[in-house]
């Protein structure tokens, strides 16, 4: 008697099993159709904010001689070096300023000022003008990339400004260069 007892038992919860899983199959549906997927704009736009955020994230102020004021620098806008005596991209300077580009247009109220920089060999007339073909080399490529014009200014410094004062080939490569700075945002 006590084995039937069982089996029946084992037959009821069987059959209760059968017929409530559908239900809670059902019920697990609508709950997952309750909740709205993002659209592709949301994504866009939650992926814009996190980019804004990382990038307000990386400004520090600077006092820059000549200019009143502080201007902001940011880790997001990186410099770009050259070869002796030229002021062509190297492919190098093109991959950067394609990471430039990309954080400037995520920020188009951005004045970008881009300096040019040369190493202490040549004379200063020489310097300078070489320093503002290097930075308006790099002010054509962003425009070709997608920059506003009107976010982007050049001037030079020459040899005026070195990153490293030390009189090498070493320093030269790293004095060859354009840096970035955000005169206003």
Not at 32 to 50: F, I, N
Not at 72 to 81: F, G, H, P, R, V
Not at 144 to 151: D, E, F, H, N, Q
Request: with cysteine.
């Amino acid at each position: 008697m006590m084995l039937k007892q069982k089996w029946a038992w084992k037959v009821v919860l069987l059959i209760a099993l059968v017929l409530l899983l559908p239900q809670c199959q059902h019920k697990m549906k609508t709950t997952e159709q309750k909740t709205p997927e993002m659209t592709e704009e949301q994504r866009r736009l939650m992926e814009q904010e996190r980019e804004r955020k990382a990038f307000e994230e990386t400004l520090t102020a600077k006092k820059y001689p000549g200019i009143e004021g502080e201007v902001m620098e940011s880790k997001m806008l990186k410099d770009i070096n050259f070869e002796f005596d030229k002021y062509d991209l190297t492919p190098e300077a093109r991959a950067i300023l394609a990471e430039n580009a990309k954080a400037l247009r995520a920020h188009p109220n951005l004045n970008v000022q881009i300096e040019g920089h040369c190493d202490e060999r040549g004379s200063n007339e020489y310097n300078l003008a070489l320093g503002e073909k290097r930075a308006m080399s790099a002010k054509l490529y962003l425009i070709k990339l997608g920059v506003k014009a009107s976010m982007l200014s050049t001037i030079t410094y020459g040899e005026e400004m070195p990153l490293d004062s030390r009189h090498n080939e070493e320093a030269w490569a790293k004095n060859r260069r354009d840096h970035f700075v955000i005169l206003s945002r």
